[in-house]
């Protein structure tokens, strides 16, 4: 069982920039994958951007609406996943959950996927004002 505790929510105003880490109880690379997702009030939760450790590892992946603007980052020393988000915009205010997926998937863009994920860590919330 990998539990996940993310960190480093807030509020920011419009073009600032916020670095959330997701602390894993193990290693990280013993999961195919983590990703960030959020949820904004009202709507559904959706895919933000992954990081691969097994087959690909490193390669990264982003949502269209963040590309440019947010990184996605490992250190596993410290079995900790991070999300870099810069130029923040008042439409990326939401509770930001990072998930691990213990096998890969298959399928075009399987990864944006919150089924195909197996932990979850609780959530911190991301507030961006105008």
């Known amino acids: 069982q990998v539990q996940l505790v993310e960190s480093g929510g807030g509020l920011v105003q419009a073009g600032g920039s916020l670095s959330l880490s997701c602390a894993a109880s193990e290693r990280t690379f013993s999961s195919d994958r983590v990703s960030w997702f959020r949820q904004a009030p009202g709507k559904e939760r959706e895919f933000v951007a992954a990081?691969?450790?097994?087959?690909?590892?490193?390669?990264?992946n982003y949502a269209d609406a963040v590309k440019g603007r947010f990184t996605i980052s490992t250190n596993n020393a410290k079995n900790t996943v991070y999300l870099q988000m810069n130029s923040l915009k008042p439409e990326d205010t939401a509770v930001y959950y990072c998930?691990?997926?213990?096998?890969?998937?298959?399928?075009?863009?399987?990864?944006?996927?919150?089924?195909?994920?197996?932990?979850w860590g609780q959530g911190t919330q991301v507030t961006v004002s105008s």
């Open positions: 998930a691990a997926a213990r096998y890969a998937c298959s399928g075009y863009g399987c990864y944006g996927n919150s089924n195909e994920y197996d932990y």
């Open positions: 990081i691969r450790f097994w087959w690909s590892a490193g390669t990264t």
